[in-house]
């Protein structure tokens, strides 16, 4: 997703879907696992996801994502956060990720996903307005 929430060149879709964030990754000695927090996609893009979090994380930021969407195997990404604000009905914050291919990600797995989707009722998908 963008800097400018409203500034998106391609579709967007209302979509929950639990997701796992690596806040911390594991030490490289192993003496610390990984901090991985469970929240929910609320809209996803080809380029991004906005998820709910019950805590605020830095702009900047870059978190490894895995989606799991129901009747797929997890989808494992990396989102850069790009704005974050404060969610008034749950005290948690909607969080913006700009995602980008590296390795051992499944970008272009998501973007299959993500341009398969229709805003049928029968997916539970709507498209968000612009």
């Given at each position: 997703m963008l800097s400018d929430k409203e500034d998106r060149g391609e579709s967007r879709f209302r979509l929950v879907q639990t997701v796992?964030?690596?806040?911390q990754p594991a030490s490289r000695d192993g003496s610390k696992p990984p901090i991985i927090v469970m929240c929910n996609s609320s809209d996803v893009s080809a380029n991004g996801i906005q998820i709910l979090l019950h805590e605020e994380i830095p702009m900047g930021s870059i978190l490894r994502l895995c989606?799991?969407?129901?009747?797929l195997d997890p989808i494992f990404l990396i989102g850069e956060v790009k704005w974050v604000q404060p969610d008034a009905e749950t005290d948690g914050f909607l969080i913006g990720l700009?995602?980008?291919?590296?390795?051992?990600t499944d970008t272009q797995i998501w973007e299959k996903v993500i341009a398969d989707l229709s805003p049928s009722p029968k997916h539970g998908v709507q498209p968000t307005p612009p």
């Open positions: 796992f964030v690596e806040l989606v799991d969407m129901k009747n700009l995602l980008f291919e590296a390795e051992n």
